[in-house]
């Protein structure tokens, strides 16, 4: 099964595709994380990145796509994939195209988790994460259940997306509008294509997911 998250940023890609890793064992491709440990480890493609994502624009087809490509071809086929934040562009939808045909995998389902803009920004603006494991949390909607204490790892260190403030949530979005909610009618002739109301609990998300993918 290989399926692409799409939605706006703070739609909630991240945490559903947490939820699929843990409910089946597939496997998360965050273009967004992979760079993210780009920019952190110092390599020369995070040293390109660093100042297009603190501005919230997007960085280069090729430079997403090679870390995608080498991705999947490091991996067996038989493990299901979640593409998060990934095609963002018409160009990147093509070039996945070209990746899947070459890794032997099949697009399954594309599923857009429907959003209310405004909403959006209070999502960014209180996001966090556990430092250890990566843990997604959010200030009033999803804190941890002991306050300052990770639900996954116990850890107690947490940390915030330098992007993550309200001026470039704005440019992100206006990213996502004009770049990437273009490409839905690509997958929409090819009949692959599911909305979910990504405004309901974090729990109900999941379980209209998992009904997508019972098919
Ligand atoms: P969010 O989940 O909030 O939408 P991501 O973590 O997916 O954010 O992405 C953070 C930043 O990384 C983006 O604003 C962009 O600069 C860059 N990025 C991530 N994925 C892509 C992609 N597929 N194409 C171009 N840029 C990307
Ligand atoms: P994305 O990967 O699409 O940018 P995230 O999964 O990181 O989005 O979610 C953004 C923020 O919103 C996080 O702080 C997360 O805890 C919170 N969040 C995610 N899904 C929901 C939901 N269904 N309802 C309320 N808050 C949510
Ligand atoms: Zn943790």
Do not use: W
Request: hydrophobic letters at 40%.
């Amino acid at each position: 099964m290989n399926i692409i998250l799409l939605g706006p940023p703070g739609a909630g890609k991240g945490t559903q595709s947490a939820g699929l890793v843990e409910r089946h064992g597939m496997r998360q491709l965050s273009t967004g994380d992979m760079l993210r440990a780009a920019v952190k480890a110092g390599t020369p493609v995070g040293l390109k990145a660093k100042e297009v994502m603190d501005r919230g624009e997007l960085v280069s087809d090729e430079i997403v796509s090679d870390l995608i490509d080498a991705e999947l071809a490091a991996m067996g086929q038989e493990t299901g994939v979640i593409f998060d934040g990934y095609p963002r562009t018409a160009a990147q939808a093509e070039m996945l195209d070209a990746i899947l045909a070459r890794n032997g995998r099949v697009l399954d389902h594309v599923i857009e988790l429907e959003v209310d803009e405004d909403a959006l920004v209070e999502r960014i603006t209180g996001r966090f994460s556990c430092a250890n494991c990566g843990a997604l949390y959010h200030d009033t909607a999803n804190p941890p259940a002991t306050p300052g204490v990770c639900d996954s790892c116990g850890g107690t260190e947490f940390k915030r997306r330098p992007d993550d403030n309200e001026k470039t949530v704005r440019t992100r979005m206006q990213e996502y509008r004009a770049k990437t909610a273009p490409i839905l009618p690509i997958y929409e002739a090819r009949g692959i294509v599911s909305r979910i109301d990504g405004m309901a609990p974090i729990d109900t998300v999941a379980e209209q997911i998992d009904a997508i993918l019972r098919g």
